[in-house]
């Protein structure tokens, strides 16, 4: 490993049980998928330079770091605050909140009970 953490090229070496693979690959998936609707809508609401428009606007403190280096929980984050964001029913916002210690399991190669599956899944 290079310290970048897992990518779907070294997935299936790392899990030769296919199962953590899965999850690792749908947690990558839904990672991607967040990512390009909270760039899509923010873009729509504040425009191509909305990565500094779009705190500056809510008079937040400008982003640390390239959105496309954002982790998992700091795309969920971002949901929140922003109006753009009103369509997302809160339960959903909840339920993406208690896939990240799961999240965290795979992405590390810890391993994943089974209720946390289910988490997944839903």
Same mark, same amino acid.
Not at 5 to 31: C, H, I, Q, S, W
Not at 52 to 63: D, G, L, S, W
Not at 97 to 110: E, G, M
């Given at each position: 490993?290079?310290?970048?953490? =897992?990518?779907?090229?070294? %997935?299936?070496?790392?899990?030769?049980?296919?199962? =953590?693979?899965?999850?690792?690959? =749908?947690? %990558?998936?839904?990672?991607?998928? =967040?990512?390009? #609707?909270?760039?899509? %809508?923010?873009?729509?609401?504040?425009?191509?330079?909305?990565?500094?428009? %779009?705190?500056?606007?809510?008079?937040?403190?400008?982003?640390?770091?390239?959105?496309?280096?954002?982790? #998992?929980?700091?795309? @969920?984050?971002? @949901?929140?605050?922003?109006?753009?964001?009103?369509? *997302?029913?809160?339960?959903? #916002?909840?339920?993406?909140?208690?896939?990240?210690?799961?999240?965290?399991? *795979?992405?590390?190669?810890?391993?994943? @009970?089974?209720?946390?599956?289910?988490?997944?899944?839903?």
């Amino acid at each position: 490993m290079n310290g970048r953490g =897992l990518t779907k090229d070294n %997935a299936r070496t790392l899990f030769p049980n296919n199962k =953590l693979e899965r999850l690792y690959l =749908l947690y %990558a998936e839904t990672v991607l998928e =967040l990512r390009q #609707y909270i760039e899509f %809508a923010m873009e729509e609401m504040y425009g191509v330079g909305w990565f500094i428009a %779009a705190p500056v606007a809510m008079k937040y403190k400008p982003y640390r770091k390239h959105f496309d280096s954002f982790d #998992y929980h700091e795309l @969920i984050s971002m @949901i929140q605050p922003y109006s753009c964001f009103e369509d *997302i029913p809160g339960d959903v #916002y909840s339920q993406m909140l208690k896939t990240v210690p799961t999240r965290n399991k *795979i992405a590390h190669y810890k391993i994943v @009970i089974e209720a946390e599956k289910v988490t997944i899944e839903d």
